[in-house]
């Protein structure tokens, strides 16, 4: 029987709790003193009280630690502070997981492994579903006409830009995806949809009422902003700073959402089973020493 502990977390990480309990673990939490489980293996740890050294796996939560090693839950009115004396008390064996990583992250851990989540094609492609719903709820509600046959224009043709267009093309939008490469231009034709090399974006991007940009990099930059219609609708999806230069679209009047953390907003239950199957599916290679 494997122990794991879970520190912080948020929505999604109580579809995780339960996933490892029906496996049959130990599931030690920190950061949890708001809910109540009652289950002979779920066990609610205070801070100090936590022991590391039987721990074969820590999980941390989708955005992982600060700088300084905090951890922050949303059933827990206290942060916890991770730190290398902690997992340095681990077994060997010890996997950490995580959603994303940093520098203190990364040089903490030492000789155990860290799995990032968030990094895996897996967890990407099957978090884009509920990515792009979201995004087709937030285009609905910020909008006062209907999606089907608005002009829409996606930024990307990734693991979440694939699905973000195909999405969109289903309910009716005239869909234009911008990319780099000829590969995806033919993929995008196959599809029905509209490509659109980057290098032409400045051409085309006044003709579309709703932009989705999935780059992560600055790409709506204040040259591009310029040429949008100030009534465009922008949603950007990428990870923080995002790939819109939002103060300019301020100044131009344009409403630009920076939409960060969509499953675990909209649909925790969903998000937390695509993250809790792939940690138990990860936890069956973990041999104890």
């Known amino acids: 029987m494997l122990n794991v502990l879970i520190i912080g977390g948020d929505a999604r990480y109580l579809e ?22 009652e289950h002979p293996t779920i066990f609610t740890c205070k801070h100090a009280d936590a022991d590391f050294s039987i721990m074969d796996a820590i999980i941390l939560p989708v955005h992982g630690t600060t700088n300084e090693g905090k951890v922050t839950s949303a059933y827990s009115d206290e942060d916890f502070t991770l730190n290398k004396d902690m997992i340095a008390k681990t077994p060997t064996h010890c996997v950490i997981y995580t959603g994303t990583t940093n520098d203190f992250l990364n040089e903490a851990v030492a000789n155990r492994k860290l799995e990032v989540l968030f990094a895996r094609d897996d967890i990407a492609i099957y978090n884009a579903i509920p990515t792009a719903e979201a995004t087709l709820q937030l285009a609905i509600e910020h909008t006062d006409y209907t999606i089907h046959g608005s002009n829409v224009i996606v930024l990307g043709f990734g693991r979440v830009g694939f699905t973000v267009a195909r999405l969109f093309k289903h309910v009716g939008a005239n869909v234009t995806v911008c990319v780099r490469n000829s590969a995806d231009v033919a993929r995008i034709s196959e599809m029905g949809m509209n490509p659109l090399f980057v290098t032409n974006l400045h051409q085309e991007i006044e003709h579309n009422e709703l932009c989705i940009n999935t780059v992560p990099h600055l790409l709506l930059d204040r040259n591009l902003i310029t040429k949008m219609n100030p009534k465009t609708l922008v949603i950007d999806l990428a990870s923080a700073p995002g790939g819109t230069d939002f103060e300019s679209a301020k100044d131009r009047g344009i409403h630009a959402i920076h939409a960060l953390g969509l499953p675990g907003k909209t649909a925790p239950k969903t998000a937390g089973q695509i993250i809790a199957n792939t940690i138990i599916s990860l936890m069956e290679s973990i041999e104890k020493q």
């Open 16 to 37: 995780i709790i339960e996933g490892l309990r029906k496996k049959g673990a130990n599931v030690f939490l920190i950061g949890y003193e708001k809910i109540s489980f």
